[in-house]
Each structure stands twice: as C-alpha cells, then as structure tokens.
C-alpha cells in the first residue's frame, strides 16, 4: 500500500514537500513516480525515480524546482516542491511499479500500484 501525504495550502512562491510511505519489505525493488491531476485535466506525470535512487525523471514544467528523492531504509519516498506556482494545484499521487524501465517512467500506464492523493493548493 501506498500513503501519500505532506498536501495543503501555500502561497505562491513558497515550498511543500510531500511523502510517500510504503508498506512490505520490498520498497527497494520499485520504481517510484509522482504524478498529479489538476481540476477537469487528465492526471499527469511530475517526476519518477529508480530503485537505488540514481536516476530520476522530470516533467518539463517542475524541472528545477520539484526534487524527488527515496529512503530506501524508511519505505518512503519524498518530492520536495519549491518556487510553487498556482498551476501547480492539483491532486498529487505516487505510484510504484517494479518492472519499469528508464523509458517508460513517466508512463501513467506503466505502474500497477497507485496511493490515495494528496491535494496540494498554491494560491496566487
């Protein structure tokens, strides 16, 4: 099971950083991606990261301000979001798949295990 959370209300320009936590003893096998849904848009992919936390993956719009990371240790996987804007409001959920590979990490269609959003809300 997945559980994300770390959602709520920022200002615009201000930081957030959600978690993800993992249940079983196998976190360390999966790829881990954060996507989100914004009100009446298709859900979207933000950032995606391999199991030994190497390589990652960026949407364009989040480049260089969104940064995902994983603890291995602590099931968890994190995405530190700054310089936060308002079209960044959206329900954001992480998913987990182990048999992705670098090519399909953003693929919404490639994970198998999804977690209830958390919604984040960046006023203007």
């Known amino acids: 099971q997945l559980q994300a959370s770390g959602g709520g209300l920022v200002q615009a320009g201000g930081s957030l950083r959600l978690s993800c936590a993992a249940s079983?003893?196998?976190?360390?096998?999966?790829?881990m991606g954060w996507f989100r849904q914004a009100p009446e848009k298709e859900r979207e992919f933000v950032a995606a990261?391999?199991?030994?936390?190497?390589?990652?993956r960026y949407a364009d719009s989040v480049k260089g301000r969104f940064t995902i990371s994983r603890d291995n240790a602590k099931n968890t996987v994190y995405l530190q979001m700054n310089s936060l804007k308002p079209e960044d409001t959206a329900i954001y959920y992480c998913?987990?798949?182990?048999?992705?590979?670098?090519?399909?990490?953003?693929?919404?269609?490639?994970?198998?295990?999804w977690g209830r959003g958390t919604l984040v809300t960046v006023s203007s």
């Open positions: 990261i391999k199991q030994s936390g190497g390589t990652t």
């Open positions: 998913a987990a798949d182990e048999r992705i590979i670098v090519s399909t990490m953003a693929v919404e269609d490639a994970y198998d295990y």
């Open positions: 079983g003893r196998t976190f360390s096998r999966y790829v």
